[in-house]
């Protein structure tokens, strides 16, 4: 090796001892006379020193090296007088004795600190500039130790890893699909893989029994805020086991990532029905680092003539505790806020507890104060509290109310990214409407079971029937999901009936797993994480991109190596295909 | 779950328990009145037993499944009255009270046991059952184990695993990319990475230090046998070091796999020159499980009126030992083996050393006793050995006796599979001329950084300038190359020179590699092995196929999905894109 030590390791325990270090060159300044260089690697910042007892010419290298030189430097470990508690180092500096300069550096066009002056454009341009501050280096160790210990984990279960394939086919629904045109067999397409859903199927059929893969996929589709062309996912499978099984191995496994990462004990994850979900938080992903459940007073608050409540399928509110004294700016700005388009509501109803006991709403002169006491009781409130109230249809304004819920909960400060409240969501429907193609869509995917009790209802009811499908959610952030599979091919043929396939479109679409699933299909399950997402909150950052290396912005574009770009008409020619934009 | 154990377990220390299995129906046969089912799973086989004791209801449902059934069954663990030694739970069987069919299974097109009686095709169709076969499952659970003893060994020299974008950038040059129409860019493409070589360059840049994946790659070219489009490799890179510390480190990679997988202790690595390699097998890749390495003879038969001889450039030979008694229609045989279109040698002389110490060529009537007294001396030979030699162009003929002397390796039965014999090769020339552009191409890639004593050479004699480029070869394969790069820009500017790139070409070219190495980048270098050829060879396959779970065949088709496929007009609209095939 060049070096004898890294720039993060020697310490008092050092002292004396002849050093050869590689690094960086963070940065440089002179102090009457005696230049100091802070060298940085990966692993640290150590100190080095130039001065009168220092070589000449060594002295008058040190004083040429610019920001970001790359150098290489030997010396003894001495004491360092003006000491730095805050880093491992900080106890020693290097009296080096000689330099080398292994690389120049251009000056960088921002700085290389944790707190940088680039803007997002140029630090994404230079994103291996970027890299280098440690902010973003600690998040890509972070990722590499939960990779590790999600395998670690999983092998010791009994997992095995299994590659699926990356060039897979196209099916007739793949919209999202990005396709790769085959040279040798000119005219035909490969897919990327939106998830290697099939494949882990089809190794349950093969007996494989447990399978798990970290794995990219692939998304052709509008990026919004915060998705990513293309995403890993940890991807996991188990025959002869029930819902209850994959629930606690998984859990598990979250448990287990945040003791040996983060060295928090997590509680046991609670679980709640999607019904319950939407019922009291308004979304199948409730952040549940704080109560503020919904109250339904639907029915205490009908028949006094106000119409918007009489007239409303759902009244529903929030209490946001000791918030009584929010003034009417505030509250203006929470009614605008859930007026907002993406929001939609078209009003908000407030009833202050002030703290004198009396109660004071927005609607007060259809509710007299013994109306007002019965809603208070509804909400559970006590004085000083802010009771705020929607009405609508019951699924757009639980959404609404989801949303001002969040909003609250971060203008009190509830929402610590330092916090992890983990939730199992159950029971998740089956089918969903779509009002464009005016019929049911899996919810998840059309290999979904539905659960044993609710079969009939799909004759009969089918968007009631629940299915054996779960999502984990981690402080409000959905960051896995999965079901148990229907392994029985009556069943299948049933639900492809049900969502309006033919016999014929089932046999194009799902052809070589239903043949697969004649040969003896194990009862199976699975679930697959978000990696990416898991990650981001694990390292306490609102968005994915800082835990990809290399990232892509919202238009799909890697700013850095300038992709997508136009090819050769020479490639074009042997691929056989022309572009016409 | 649904099962108590698995299928591999049970033992004499479980008499008596009541137990609950899940597995496939492997066999079932009826003896006296007594009916004996093996059932299966991916842990092993146990049999079931259904006799005079069973309940007769159960009895008939055992004698109604079929092969590959899936079956839960309860039971009690006795004795079994004809043990079998050979699996693990061959002292046991299972007295079965309850049994539950899970699946049936149609009649699978093939035998699903250690040797079928399905053909390539056929079990590539339904590769899902053909995973079921031991062997199979076997190599897969091999390639888990290899890749978690990677990443433990790498995760704990400090390396990090850094996932590296697979929608990349096409490069003027990359005549193999797979592309990738982007919808949101139309006109523009991705394309799919032949290797990370760019992205882990940078992540040196970035100061990461220590990098490694285990990923997927692809190459669209034509396949020869056993080349897959996408492949898996196990790429590495390292700052501050020399070549000294690569071979190291992943010599100590190696070591530690063949020991933790295989349980087999490795001899140190021997190393050889390329130019050794060459003279001594013909091959930058020798089998060295065998020693029958070259002598050459060119002065020795010179001028003896033997034209063939004393014209060529290079009389080379090998000693296969104790083949004196190798028959003319032996000799023929290896005569016609060299000759073939694919080899193309002219002929073979022979010398046999006969056990009674007389000597026998082909060209009596050109070399007296004395002269192949010589010959057996220069080929250290005995009595009993045979020679062969070849003489002609010497690159060409180097390549024709290193296949001579793998099929005589092969013949003598010294290439056994279980025997592994690494070797690393040093020093490959940096560039190589290419006939077809009458100019010299990188051999490795264009960053490689010459040997610094060889430098001055790049003006006067280009292809004898070394690289700091090597290879580890297993028994005859490469399995992994890297090289140091060059970090240095002007030598960086010299080697474009070299290579016939203008400054524009190769700034359009490698742009922003070369951008990022003006701020700062270290000293580095790395390595890359193909990770499914290790798993082969750890495996004793001689192709890589059943080493991934759903290979492609030679056309690059899937033909258990049938992909390639052709795709909607829908699709091909929204990618403006046309196929003209």
């Known amino acids: 090796m060049l070096r004898t030590n890294t720039c993060g390791e020697l310490t008092r325990n050092d002292l004396g001892k002849e050093v050869t270090l590689c690094g960086w060159v963070q940065k440089s300044r002179d102090l009457g006379g005696t230049t100091f260089i802070d060298v940085r690697d990966r692993y640290g910042i150590t100190q080095l020193v130039f001065n009168d007892e220092t070589d000449a010419a060594v002295r008058n290298q040190a004083r040429d090296l610019g920001r970001e030189f790359v150098i290489k430097v030997s010396g003894k470990v001495i004491e360092r007088s003006n000491k730095n508690p805050k880093i491992p180092t900080g106890e020693i500096e290097i009296a080096v004795t000689a330099l080398e300069i292994l690389n120049q550096s251009k000056v960088p066009p921002f700085l290389i600190e944790d707190e940088t002056d680039g803007g997002e454009e140029l630090r994404a341009k230079y994103r291996y500039l970027d890299l280098r501050r440690n902010p973003i280096r600690n998040n890509l ?246 009771m705020l109230l929607l009405a609508g249809k019951k699924d757009k304004v639980r959404k609404q109310l989801n949303e001002l819920r969040l909003e609250m909960g971060s203008r009190l400060g509830l929402r610590d990214k330092n916090t992890f409240s983990p939730l199992w969501v159950l029971d998740f429907p089956l089918l969903e409407w779509d009002e464009e193609t005016e019929r ?85 399950g699975g679930i697959a994480f978000g990696f990416d997402r898991l990650c981001s909150i694990f390292a306490g950052l609102d968005s994915i991109r800082d835990v990809i290396a290399f990232p892509k912005n919202n238009s799909g574009r890697d700013v850095m190596i300038d992709s997508p770009s136009t090819i050769d008409e020479k490639q074009l020619n042997e691929l056989k295909i022309k572009t016409t934009a």
Request: net charge negative; charged share 25%; hydrophobic share 40%.
């Open 141 to 386: 160790v972070l990722r590499h130790k939960m990779a590790q210990e999600v395998r670690k984990y999983l092998d010791g279960l009994d997992f095995i890893e299994v590659e699926t394939p990356v060039l897979i086919k196209s099916t007739p629904e793949g919209a999202r699909d990005f396709v790769v045109p085959s040279r040798m067999n000119a005219g035909e397409f490969y897919a990327l893989p939106q998830s290697p859903q099939t494949f882990k199927q089809l190794l349950m059929v093969s007996g494989f029994d447990r399978y798990f893969q970290i794995v990219k996929c692939f998304r052709d589709e509008d990026l919004r805020a915060d998705r990513q062309p293309e995403f890993t996912q940890i991807d996991c499978e188990m025959s002869f086991i029930t819902q209850e099984d994959i629930l606690n191995v998984f859990e598990g496994m979250v448990r287990t990532l945040f003791k040996n990462v983060k060295g928090i004990d997590l509680v046991e994850v609670p679980r709640m029905t999607y019904a319950d979900a939407m019922r009291l938080y308004g979304s199948d992903k409730p952040d549940t680092r704080f109560g503020m459940q919904f109250a339904e007073l639907t029915d205490l608050v009908k028949g006094k003539n106000f119409p918007v409540f009489h007239q409303a399928e759902l009244v529903v509110g929030i209490n946001a505790k000791n918030c009584a004294s929010y003034t009417r700016k505030q509250l203006d700005e929470l009614t605008y806020f859930i007026k907002r388009p993406q929001i939609g509501a078209t009003g908000l109803i407030y009833l202050r507890y002030n703290t004198d006991g009396t109660l004071k709403s927005s609607v007060d002169k259809f509710y007299n104060e013994e109306d007002l006491k019965q809603w208070a009781t509804a909400f559970d409130a006590e004085p000083g509290d802010l």
């Open 440 to 524: 049911y869509h899996a919810m998840h995917h059309p290999f979904t079971s539905p659960k044993p009790e609710d079969i009939a209802l799909l004759e009969t009811d089918p968007g009631e029937v629940r299915a054996n499908a779960y999502d984990m959610v981690i402080n409000g952030t959905e960051i896995g999901g999965g079901s148990i599979r229907i392994h029985d091919k009556n069943l299948q043929a049933l639900m492809f009936k049900h969502l309006g396939f033919s016999q014929e479109e089932a046999q194009k679409q799902f052809g070589f797993l239903m043949d697969a699933f004649e040969f003896g299909a194990p009862p199976h």
